[in-house]
């Protein structure tokens, strides 16, 4: 017990000073200034950071890998959507492709007419 006596006198005499020491002891790691300005900001920039990746990627998705997202644009099908144009909000022109032959329809509200039919051309031969 004498050999404890001088660690318990000098813990209680550590505790006497602390507490009538007005400098406070400082955390080696706490901030004391207001950081949550720049938290937000780092909040905030990561979330647009992985709000621009995720678009990123769905872009990337849909580009080269089309199937995924659309089957028919996987490989070689037989129709093909060449262009389509609207003339008025209930009237559509589309100029399909459909196994080499060109096909204009034109689309109203209710139905679907063939307006003309380009015929399949082959090539001229020329033997000499």
Do not use: C
Not at 79 to 88: H, N, Q, S, V, Y
Not at 99 to 105: N, S, T
Not at 114 to 119: K, M, S
């Amino acid at each position: 017990m004498v050999a404890l006596a001088p660690l318990f006198t000098g813990m209680t005499a550590d505790a006497n000073t602390a507490s009538t020491d007005p400098v406070e002891q400082r955390i080696p790691f706490k901030k004391t200034e207001d950081a949550s300005a720049g938290l937000l900001a780092r909040v905030v920039g990561g979330l647009i950071v992985a709000a621009l990746i995720g678009v990123g990627g769905v872009y990337l998705l849909k580009r080269y890998l089309p199937s995924l997202y659309h089957p028919t644009f996987a490989g070689s099908a037989r129709i093909k959507l060449l262009e389509a144009r609207r003339l008025t909000p209930k009237t559509m022109l589309f100029l399909i492709e459909l196994d080499g032959v060109q096909l204009l329809l034109g689309q109203s509200a209710d139905h679907i007419t063939l307006l003309y039919e380009q015929p399949r051309t082959t090539p001229a031969r020329h033997d000499d």
